[in-house]
């Protein structure tokens, strides 16, 4: 079965611009999360999808945004990127949203905005 | 709220050695905690995960972790260290249905064991 699958590995932006991010979850999942991941604030959790629905979200700005098609996969976007923003932005995905499933992760998006 | 410490930045043992990675937590409701290892630019990897029932529990590549309600700690354990269990680990809670189903991570602790 494969994994938690997130395109494109590596990306450089520039200041101002905007950039979409994907993630195809495993197979029969219906849950997908976004975290983003830095030096000095750790793993930090941007939104969750569930049945193209968004049913948490992080403390992030307004900037940051998401969704989720009928068939699970699930892009983030963030719009008028600031230096901050290079991070290492990690999906994951899950079959359903019980409290006690885990999640699984893809190797994530390294994003740098010069 | 929820909130999950880890007290070490780097945990240094040699290869043979048992080795303990500790995390604390607190949540408002019942706990669902989860330990997760990253390898250098790579995602991260489910090790296991304490929902109810055996205080010790049992997961993947050969480690553990022991849940302490009263002490409200769940610590990462393995009898005897690989070199190849270098990487950073983390802990992480869900505190269900109070934040809903994210997870709250800690800082993570490196580990490094040596030959």
């Known amino acids: 079965k494969a994994g938690v699958t997130q395109t494109p590995r590596y990306l450089i932006k520039t200041r101002g611009q905007q950039v979409t991010l994907s993630c195809s979850p495993i197979?029969?999942?219906?849950?997908v999360s976004w975290y983003q991941q830095t030096p000095g604030q750790g793993l930090q959790f941007l939104f969750e999808?569930?049945?193209?629905?968004?049913?948490n979200k992080g403390n992030f700005p307004g900037r940051f945004s998401g969704r989720q098609f009928s068939n699970s996969r699930s892009e983030m976007n963030v719009s008028t990127l600031e230096l901050g923003d290079s991070a290492l932005y990690l999906c994951?995905?899950?079959?359903?949203?019980?409290?006690?499933?885990?999640?699984?992760f893809g190797q994530g998006t390294r994003l740098t905005v010069v | 709220a929820q909130s999950v410490a880890q007290p070490e930045d780097q945990v240094n043992v040699a290869e043979g050695n048992p080795l303990t990675v500790k995390c604390t937590y607190s949540v408002s409701g019942n706990p669902y905690l989860f330990w997760y290892v990253q390898y250098p630019n790579r995602g991260l990897q489910f090790l296991l995960k304490y929902i109810t029932g055996d205080n010790l529990v049992k997961g993947s590549y050969g480690f553990e972790a022991e849940f302490n309600k009263s002490q409200t700690s769940f610590h990462l354990k393995k009898p005897s260290a690989l070199v190849s269990d270098s990487a950073l680990y983390f802990c992480a809670v869900r505190d269900y249905p109070n934040s809903g189903y994210a997870l709250n991570f800690g800082k993570g602790t490196s580990l490094l064991v040596t030959p």
């Open positions: 999808y569930f049945s193209e629905t968004q049913r």
């Open positions: 994951a995905s899950s079959p359903d949203r019980l409290s006690n499933t885990e999640a699984f």
């Open positions: 197979s029969g999942h219906r849950s």
